[in-house]
């Protein structure tokens, strides 16, 4: 059975940090490419990161470039999303994906709410 699990995400005033984790099962976490996605109360499902299976390449929005770092071990087979100096407009649900080919996965979301 295939599971994302995220977790990580809560509140925070602006400035702060926050690292989300996705713990990945099921199927072979170190063949997908991972991504972080998220939404935004009324906004469409936007990609924020992604990496490659090995690690080796990664990937950032515009939005999110310097600001938020994308990682995994694939010992452990999770991946995470390290972000930093988060503003009100980071405020969303973060959701983990798993992609290879044409078979992807989702994890349920974690929500992050920047605010003082």
């Known amino acids: 059975q295939v599971q994302l699990v995220e977790s990580g995400g809560g509140l925070v005033q602006p400035g702060g940090s926050l690292r989300l984790s996705c713990a990945a099962s099921?199927?072979?976490?170190?063949?997908?490419?991972m991504s972080w996605y998220r939404q935004a109360p009324g906004k469409a499902r936007e990609l924020v990161a992604t990496?490659?299976?090995?690690?080796?390449?990664?990937t950032y929005a515009d939005s999110v470039k310097s600001q938020f770092t994308i990682s995994r071990d694939n010992a452990k087979n999770t991946v995470y999303l390290q972000m930093n100096s988060l503003k009100p407009e980071d405020t969303a649900v973060y959701y983990c994906?798993?992609?290879?080919?044409?078979?992807?996965?989702w994890g349920q979301g974690t929500q992050v709410t920047v605010s003082s």
């Open positions: 990496i490659t299976g090995a690690g080796g390449g990664t």
């Open positions: 099921g199927f072979t976490f170190s063949s997908y490419a």
């Open positions: 994906n798993a992609v290879r080919y044409r078979i992807q996965y």
